[in-house]
Nanobody, 123 residues
Framework: VQLQASGGGLVPAGGSLRVSCAAS????????MAWYRQVPGKQRELVAV???????HYADSVKGRFTISRDNAKNTVYLQMNNLKPEDTAAYYC??????????????????WGQGTLVTVSS
């Protein structure tokens, strides 16, 4: 199973950006999908999570500005980021809780991470 993140870039303060993360491989089902971010020298922090039951949680710092969504048919999670601030600058990582299907039709759960996509907000 692989997660491929895309959509990062440079945007001025107050601007918008959408990052995407597509999961592929031997996927039986996906439960929660989430976005984290990390600044060099700091711990990775949860930005938003969307469970299979459509439970959504946002970090206080992004509430009202960021929206997480998913396309289950495409195994893809999105993060729409509006009114971006310089403090949103970070590498953004997607995570998925996946039930993997093996060639022998067995199933097991595992968390997978995508590679980071860099979001830079200029002041």
């Amino acid at each position: 199973v692989q997660l491929q993140a895309s959509g990062g870039g440079l945007v001025p303060a107050g601007g918008s950006l959408r990052v995407s993360c597509a999961a592929s491989g031997s996927i039986f089902s996906i439960n929660a999908m989430a976005w984290y971010r990390q600044v060099p020298g700091k711990q990775r922090e949860l930005v938003a999570v969307l469970s299979g039951g459509n439970f959504i949680h946002y970090a206080d710092s992004v509430k009202g500005r960021f929206t997480i969504s998913r396309d289950n048919a495409k195994n893809t999670v999105y993060l729409q980021m509006n009114n971006l601030k310089p403090e949103d600058t970070a590498a953004y990582y997607c995570q998925a809780q996946v039930t993997v299907e093996t060639p022998t039709m067995e199933h097991y759960e595992h968390d997978f991470w995508g590679q980071g996509t860099l979001v830079t907000v200029s002041s």
